[in-house]
């Protein structure tokens, strides 16, 4: 399995750098993978990482209609916050597995 | 990471459930994508984006052979003549769709929208089936005429659904 350090922590990932276990993430990393994508990291961002990480760990990550509506943030918010592939880089700074839904 | 710039222009021109959401698929799958997204509503495909219409569109129930009872059985094409049998067809298969998250037509168009997606009608199909922009979803982009459209779908990959 790949790994990459963040934050001078290896951590395991998959071939496109999405880590594949939540638990090795830590706030440090997401900011680093963050800058990574371009990303500088604020209170609006960390609101919706946290709210995936929390969906995460019931075993359901959202679609991009369900964080839309989940009071959170809207989707329009949401491709202001990360640019190109909300969903992807969110879950990617959060730590979590590349989302597998169509919509 | 993935910046360069790619661009899918999608002709919607038919007013079948299962076209209409490919199309809406495809542009919101794109934009999720980071891929810019225009959608040209032509023809049929205006009752996508037609108030009265949009969210109360149909599946075929006559001349679809991909057409399945529940168990997998094919459907019969003469069940089909039945009245009632075609909006009961497409309530089941909306059903279906909102399990899985798939929104109806007027709120995909708005989270489209809100995801920087444009959305287009064909000007001559308006006027063949004498619709107003009034009669449209409030927020498109614009009434276009083939050329404009394909002015505006320079250097995009098209679509025909």
Redesign the interface.
Known sequence: MPKKVYAGVEVDVDEEGYMTNMEQWTPDIAKEIARE??IELTDAHWKVINYLREKAKEGKLP????L?KSGVV???EL?QLF??????KAAKIAGLPKPK??? | MEEKKRKVSIICSKANLEDVYAALILANGARMEGIEAEIFFTFFGLDAITKKRMDKLHTPVVGNPGLRLPGGLPFPTLLGIIPGMEAMVSFMMKKEMEKLDIPPVSEFLDMIKAAGGRIYACKLAMEMFKLKKEDLYDDIDGILTVGEFYERAEGSQIIFV
Do not use: E
Request: charged share 20%; proline share 10%; glycine share 20%.
């Open positions: 994508l371009g679609t991009l209609r369900k839309g809207n989707i329009k491709y640019p190109n592939g909300p969903l992807k839904g169509c919509v």
